[in-house]
């Protein structure tokens, strides 16, 4: 039988090498005396670097990381396919479009304005891929295709609205994800409304596993299926739409991470939430360091390898796909 | 008691079921047949919440379920569709006790670890425990899905078909674990084409044609020739040969 726990260590450990690699590498390369010396020593040139740049970009990673993969999670047992995720269901588009209009726009909300348009783009593409859905009777296939496209056509009026405002040529990283422009002053809200958008995911555990039996078997138990669509929705176009806002889009994680887990683990959601995060945690971190390392001194964007890695994932899983 | 009282169900403007009534008592086994697109599968979704009732009522202790909210509702009936779509990936022992999900936390996990024990034993599945549900066979993954139902401990019990699909040794399994919690106290309420089964198992009969019950009675009285050969409009010669020789 697949035992979860014995995944609970090698992640912590391997979380742990990733923080201990993403903060020592660098321009300034860091020892381990130099690193202790820097984190007491805010003011010291060292202390800025780690705690201006490298923390900050830790903290962002953890937040993507584990936010995207329990988002795949809960839209793949939500939707019994192996393929949704926030990405190739043309969530994290919708929330690009939505963040990219409120910068064009010009309207004086900032950030938080941003955010906000974010969350509502991602929401609205999550309830137009739910009447696809409905409408194909939940054709894995018609799923993915819809999702895609509606992807596409959000990433397409994002390159549109930059093209209509020159201003905002730097904004092309909203399609690539990017941790490089990551405003340091956003991590806090950043932190906290993925804390809250997890957390809130977790809690739909029992109702998913419930919804694995199918919806008529679900609605027999007594589950209420469209308060959990409901709530799966929400908690996903908050991390996505926060992420997004912030970070730009960075596909795949939420793929490729709960299918691993998944393969490891077995089928309960109550363990595979901590494990994916904790996984989706690593892989980011992981993929940050190649971004930074790979062709050093240049820096890649992080999707560029996200989506390198990603593509090849999703292939993979589609030619020997398994129903969830 | 389970009552239903001149229930309805339209679909789209089709009427399934027109102005059905009966009334099902503890420790009985009722047997719905009847031939296909009579409405049997669709009065069991309905019971079972899945479908609203378009007109009548339905009670179980004089309680009215159609306005109990859907976990109270699956504290006193469970079950078991014709055909189960999904196969997750969890061990047999998790899946069976997803079937205690409408009682959430309140059962003593004493109780709950022997309950469960005794639910696999009765289905003839303890054995496969570990195992994951979708490398069973058609018949152990059928007895799972028995097990889980019985796991919801409800004294109401409707079943699809669950023997359509078995081989014999797999219908005198389930047939005898149903006559089992038949015993207990159970109300079960169950659609079925076998006939052999319904000879050996159900305390009551309700012959279902166009929506309507065409004849309730006890097993021996609903099943004799002229009977079952209107009910299935066949000729009563060929239905002598095969069935009644």
Not at chain 1, 1 to 17: F, V
Not at chain 1, 29 to 42: I, K, R, T, V
Not at chain 2, 104 to 115: I, L, T, V
Request: proline letters at 5%.
């Amino acid at each position: 039988m697949k035992n979860p726990r014995r995944l609970i260590a090698p992640l912590i450990a391997s979380l742990a090498a990733l923080v201990w690699v993403e903060i020592s590498i660098g321009p300034v390369g860091l020892s381990f005396a130099d690193l202790l010396a820097a984190l007491a020593s805010p003011e010291s040139a060292n202390g800025v670097i780690i705690w201006d740049l490298r923390i900050p970009r830790i903290v962002y990673a953890l937040c993507v990381g584990s936010g995207l993969a329990v988002c795949g999670l809960a839209l793949q047992g939500l939707f019994r396919n192996p393929l949704a995720e926030p990405f190739t269901l043309g969530i994290s588009g919708g929330a690009a479009l939505g963040a990219v209009l409120v910068l064009t726009t010009g309207l004086p909300f900032g950030s938080v304005g941003m955010a906000a348009a974010s969350f509502l783009g991602a929401l609205v593409v999550c309830l137009v891929v739910y009447l696809l859905a409905a409408r194909t009777l939940f054709s894995a296939t018609a799923l993915i295709l819809g999702g895609v496209m509606l992807g596409f056509f959000a990433q397409s009026g994002v390159l549109l609205a930059i093209a209509l405002a020159p201003g905002l040529r730097a904004q092309g990283a909203m399609l690539m994800g990017d941790m490089s422009y990551a405003p340091r002053d956003l991590l806090l809200p950043v932190l906290t409304l993925t804390a809250v958008g997890v957390v809130f995911l977790f809690r739909q555990a029992r109702g998913l596993n419930v919804l694995s039996l199918g919806d008529e078997k679900a609605t027999s138990l007594g589950l209420n299926v469209p308060r959990l669509r409901r709530n799966v929705f929400l908690g996903c176009s908050l991390i996505t739409g926060t992420t997004v806002a912030v970070l730009g889009i960075i596909g795949f994680v939420g793929l490729i991470i709960p299918n691993a887990v998944r393969r490891l683990a077995g089928g309960d959601h109550r363990t595979l939430f901590p494990l994916s995060a904790l996984a989706g945690a690593c892989f980011i971190l992981l993929c940050d360091v190649l971004a930074r390392s790979l062709l050093d001194p240049v820096e890649l964007p992080l999707g560029i390898v996200t989506g390198f890695v990603g593509s090849l994932a999703f292939l993979w899983i589609f030619v020997s796909r398994k129903r969830v | 008691m389970l009552k239903l009282e001149h229930v309805v169900i339209e679909i789209s403007g089709r009427y399934i079921v027109r102005d059905f009534s009966a009334g099902f008592p503890e420790k009985s086994l009722t047997c719905i047949i009847g031939p296909n697109g009579a409405g049997k599968s669709t009065l069991l979704r309905a019971v079972s919440n899945i479908l609203p009732l378009t007109r009548g009522t339905l009670s179980f202790q004089s309680v009215d379920l159609q306005s109990l909210p859907a976990r109270e509702r699956a504290r006193r009936l469970s079950y078991l569709p014709q055909t189960m779509q999904y196969a997750p990936s969890f061990p047999v022992s998790l899946f069976v006790e997803l079937g205690g999900d409408p009682w959430g936390n309140e059962w003593e996990p004493a109780w709950k670890a022997e309950h469960l024990e005794r639910c696999l034993h009765l289905c003839n599945v303890a054995h496969l425990k570990e195992r994951e549900v979708a490398t069973l066979s058609g018949g152990e993954r059928q007895r799972v899905y028995l097990a889980q139902v019985i796991y919801q401990n409800t004294p109401v019990i409707l079943l699809d078909e669950p023997s359509s699909f078995l081989d014999l040794k797999n219908i005198v399994l389930i047939e005898n674990a149903l006559a089992r919690i038949r015993d207990d106290g159970r109300t079960i309420l169950m659609v079925t084409h076998d006939l052999h089964t319904v000879r050996r198992i159900a305390t009551q009969v309700i012959a279902m044609k166009d929506g309507t019950p065409f004849a309730v009675d006890t097993p021996a009285a609903v099943l004799n020739p002229s009977l079952i050969a209107e009910l299935f409009d066949l000729d009563c010669e060929t239905l002598r040969e095969r069935f009644f020789k």
